[in-house]
């Protein structure tokens, strides 16, 4: 069974920056969309980031603050936020695709999913 296990929330001032960490126990799964979503208390759970085998996606709230990026070598994906505010706490949660590329912030192609981490960022 597929496991995903996140690390590296916490609490920061706005301005600062994490790196969240998303370790995948079958390697197979980075070829396909690997993705971050987050969920505020009230919210829908709403997708962040995302990247397949040759793409990466934002939402346009996180554009030009947050990357997306993969270590295939040790089954990794890591999200790294800079210029955090206070609208960006919210559990953090990774995901996989099997088999599926391309638009990988469609929410619906996930059923793989970590157990979350958060991230609150205080004013």
């Known amino acids: 069974q597929v496991q995903l296990v996140e690390s590296g929330g916490g609490s920061v001032q706005a301005g600062g920056s994490l790196r969240l960490s998303c370790t995948s126990s079958e390697y197979t799964y980075l070829r396909s969309c690997m993705g971050w979503f987050r969920q505020a208390p009230g919210s829908e759970r709403e997708g962040v980031a995302a990247a397949d085998f040759g793409s990466t996606y934002y939402a346009d709230s996180v554009k030009g603050r947050f990357t997306i990026s993969r270590d295939n070598a040790k089954n990794t994906v890591y999200l790294q936020m800079n210029s955090l505010k206070p609208e960006d706490t919210a559990k953090y949660f990774c995901?996989?695709?099997?088999?599926?590329?391309?638009?990988?912030?469609?929410?619906?192609?996930?059923?793989?999913w970590g157990q979350g981490t958060q991230v609150t960022v205080s004013s």
């Open positions: 995901a996989a695709a099997p088999g599926y590329g391309g638009d990988c912030l469609r929410k619906w192609i996930y059923n793989y």
